[in-house]
């Protein structure tokens, strides 16, 4: 209660000094999910990039289903063979089964993450492009603030500053 006492108090001690400037404030709008469909640096590079990959990696991940299924065969085996090992050899052979099967996941498990940090370096490359698009933008319609649309409850539709977002990023993807 008393933080909702101090958080009421602050807003109103701020709330004059911020009126006061907001008919200086311009604000510009950018839907990021418009943008990220719409310019070459964004779904169309990760889909380039995910089909690149799909193509370098399909020998690792053919390579993958045949070790799958070698090591299904042995576990086959291994349960047909149980019952006529000897504990030592079924410690043995379990032991070999498991070494693999957790070497095998490692090797999926790897292949993932390299296909994950490549997907990062791509909409690393978007998010740049777009805060030096936003940044250009701003600065030639002499913006104070530009919000994300989506974190906006209501925003005027001249505010939104989407097409010139777009239009910024398709020019500096041709340079």
Request: positive net charge; aromatic residues 2%.
């Amino acid at each position: 209660m008393k933080k909702l006492l101090l958080a009421i108090m602050t807003l109103s001690l701020i709330a004059p000094a911020f009126a006061a400037n907001t008919e200086k404030l311009k604000v510009g709008v950018v839907n990021l999910q418009e943008v990220f469909k719409a310019v070459p640096q964004g779904e169309k590079a990760l889909n380039a990039e995910r089909t690149k990959l799909q193509a370098d990696n399909k020998k690792a991940l053919d390579g993958l289903q045949g070790e799958r299924k070698t090591l299904q065969e042995k576990v086959a085996d291994f349960q047909r063979n149980a019952q006529i090992m000897s504990a030592a050899d079924k410690e043995k052979k379990q032991a070999e089964i498991m070494k693999e099967n957790q070497a095998l996941q490692q090797k999926a498990i790897n292949l993932q993450q390299m296909a994950q940090q490549d997907e990062q370096k791509v909409l690393a490359s978007f998010n740049k492009a777009v805060g030096q698009a936003v940044i250009t933008v701003a600065s030639e319609q002499k913006l104070d603030l530009v919000l994300r649309q989506a974190a906006t409850l209501y925003a005027l539709k001249t505010m939104n500053i989407t097409p010139a977002i777009i239009a910024q990023m398709e020019k500096s993807a041709k340079a």
